[in-house]
């Protein structure tokens, strides 16, 4: 079950035992070899930037038990911000995250080995909320403007809405960290920023809150980004196979089960209201990929927008892994998972 907290802790056990050693002697009194039962108790730790549809398969696969199927035991980690959570994997703190490009980018472009490996989707709507008395996206010059952190895919997109309205974001607005969308809202609702880039259900929530939706941007980029490292992939490939296998099948059940995702997502992100909820399934179902492959259309523009106007000399195949999605569909697993069509 989820827990109301930010970071989720999600444990996957064998047999419902607590105690490995007696988990050990039950299988080998089945005749069960040791190797077996570690390999049932793989540890991932996974973290996400907020309770919101794009980021809410990993929870579907938990609430499935399709974690359970592959022997993996998982927690999901909610850190505030895409560029926290890169950060965070790089570290050491998680073996795979969701997280954006754009948060993704600089840190390859330093040196980091991060690589996307997956995505649920190759589109993405962008929303930017402001405060009631705010009417036009020119009305927030001079205003504080709130992002889950510098460097975020809300940074990103808030910086490119503002330069599209012919306002200089590093000029005409001041912009603060917020730590994540639902603290973005309350610091909204409280005055503190005037406005803030959403997506679905947050955004909703707000504007049944009173605020007002400013732009409603569609954008062409990897949408649920599975990101790891290269390391981590040279050494635990297998278990980041078995991974991607239970997130292909929540894929699978997000698109085809709308009840089922609905009550994941109404605990995911504490929602109750029904419309919210068959809201946010209607944004994000249609778009969810059957094959959950990257697309470099979606790196490479964010690497030609550059960092703080400075050019990026990177490829987008540098950030991209497709090896583990190629091998999962030319096996005829993601063909089993959708019954061979």
């Avoid at 089945?30 to 077996?36: A, H, T």
């Avoid at 703190?93 to 190759?122: F, K």
């Avoid at 605020?211 to 278990?239: C, F, H, K, W």
């Avoid at 609905?262 to 946010?280: G, P, S």
């Amino acid at each position: 079950m989820l827990d109301k907290h930010d970071g989720l802790r999600i444990d996957v056990s064998i047999m419902g035992s607590k105690s490995p050693a007696l988990a050990g002697a039950i299988f080998l009194w089945l005749g069960l070899s040791p190797g077996f039962y570690a390999e049932a108790e793989e540890r991932i730790t996974f973290l996400y930037p907020s309770p919101a549809g794009s980021w809410v398969t990993p929870v579907i696969a938990k609430e499935a038990k399709y974690f359970d199927d592959e022997g993996l035991v998982v927690e999901l980690v909610r850190v505030g911000g895409s560029t926290r959570i890169v950060a965070a994997l790089i570290g050491g703190s998680g073996q795979l995250i969701h997280a954006g490009e754009p948060a993704m980018v600089p840190a390859v472009a330093q040196g980091a080995d991060a690589v996307m490996i997956g995505s649920i989707s190759r589109v993405n709507r962008h929303h930017l909320i402001a405060r009631p008395e705010i009417k036009d996206v020119r009305d927030l010059k001079g205003k504080t403007l709130g992002i889950t952190s510098f460097g975020s895919t809300s940074d990103y997109i808030l910086r490119t809405i503002l330069e599209k309205h012919g306002l200089d974001p590093n000029k005409d607005v001041a912009i603060v960290q917020t730590g994540g969308q639902p603290e973005g809202l309350a610091a909204m609702l409280g005055g503190k920023v005037y406005a803030q880039r959403m997506s679905f259900p947050l955004h909703l929530k707000a504007i049944q809150l009173g605020m007002r939706e400013l732009v409603d941007m569609p954008t062409d980029e990897n949408t649920g980004g599975v990101i790891t490292t290269r390391s981590y992939l040279a050494q635990r490939r297998p278990i980041a196979i078995r991974f991607m296998r239970a997130f292909i099948r929540g894929i699978h059940r997000y698109k085809t089960d709308k009840e089922f995702s609905k009550k994941v997502i109404a605990r995911f992100a504490q929602l109750q209201d029904d419309q919210i909820l068959e809201a946010t399934w209607r944004e994000y179902s249609p778009d969810l990929q059957r094959v959950p492959r990257p697309t470099l259309k979606g790196v490479q523009q964010v690497i030609d927008a550059g960092i703080g106007g400075k050019k990026i000399d990177l490829k987008a195949e540098r950030l991209v892994d497709l090896s583990i999605v190629d091998e999962l569909e030319k096996n005829g697993f993601i063909d089993s998972v959708y019954g061979g069509r």
